[in-house]
């Protein structure tokens, strides 16, 4: 945990975030939550989306743990395996017609999510990074598009290449599976679902790190910074503006009253 503490305050210099960066964890069948956890269904009696529960973790501070008695959220449900998968999500059904014509074109949409399998997982354990009493898989920011364009500069820093991203603006829990099965970076357009039903803000992206390459992204951030690419970035100021001929007159009058020395 102390480890967390400390990659969370060197995050936070680089970054100026307004909310924590988020340590997720997929427990395993028969793995145990912390002790101190909230269950949605069982602690405040609801069913929640994904989402929600991440904005949960990083707006109350909560440790949040969902599992399939706790699913309120169809795609998510069926993306993260948490029920068996049927024929009506697969054949375009929930994408029609919000985000499709037909079945035809809604079914090639859904064909492209990644997916666990079904009972892969047991639950999606969140909570901010710096309280997490757990070792995380991986670490979800949401944050300003600056914020991310810097997350993007520490990421490539010694690997080079780039960061590709894959969204509908659709299901983007999505991207936690796709991270965790591909071991890369990505970010993401937050999608209705995030915006919604979590309250994620027009001003907010998403970056989704494996834990693996966290200390790595932060020596790149490190390096970024002492070579003078910061958050929040320097405007450049050194320039005379113009203004408007009625203001220049002004200026034009003190020049004469040898007020202004050229």
């Not at 029920?83 to 037909?102: L, Q």
């Not at 666990?116 to 944050?143: D, K, S, T, W």
């Not at 995030?194 to 200390?215: H, I, K, N, T, W």
Request: charged content about 20%.
């Amino acid at each position: 945990m102390s480890d967390l503490q400390t990659l969370e305050k060197e995050f936070e210099k680089y970054l100026r975030l307004q909310s924590p960066p988020l340590a997720l964890r997929m427990l395993q069948p028969g793995e145990n939550a912390p002790e101190k956890c909230r269950r949605p269904y069982q602690h405040l009696k609801t069913r929640v989306t994904i989402c929600q529960g991440f904005t949960m973790a990083r707006k109350y501070g909560w440790t949040v743990c969902m599992g399939v008695e706790d699913m309120a959220c169809p795609p998510g449900a069926a993306l993260f395996g948490f029920y068996k998968n049927t024929d009506y999500f697969d054949s375009g059904n929930m994408a029609v017609p919000a985000y499709a014509p037909d079945l035809e074109a809604g079914k090639a949409l859904e064909k492209e999510f990644p997916r666990f399998g079904y009972n892969e997982c047991e639950a999606i354990l969140v909570a901010p990074m710096g309280r997490a009493e757990f070792e995380p898989h991986m670490l979800v920011f949401y944050a300003q598009p600056a914020q991310v364009m810097r997350l993007i500069h520490g990421a490539v820093y010694e690997s080079g290449g780039g960061i590709n991203s894959w969204t509908q603006c659709r299901f983007g829990c999505s991207s936690v599976i796709s991270v965790l099965q591909s071991g890369k970076c990505t970010f993401n357009v937050p999608g209705n679902g995030d915006r919604v039903f979590a309250g994620v803000q027009d001003s907010e992206m998403s970056f989704y790190l494996p834990m693996a390459r966290a200390e790595g992204v932060v020596a790149g951030l490190a390096a970024n910074h002492k070579g003078g690419t910061r958050y929040p970035v320097p405007a450049y100021l050194m320039y005379q503006p113009n203004f408007p001929k009625n203001y220049a007159q002004q200026m034009e009058i003190w020049r004469e009253l040898k007020e202004i020395q050229d």
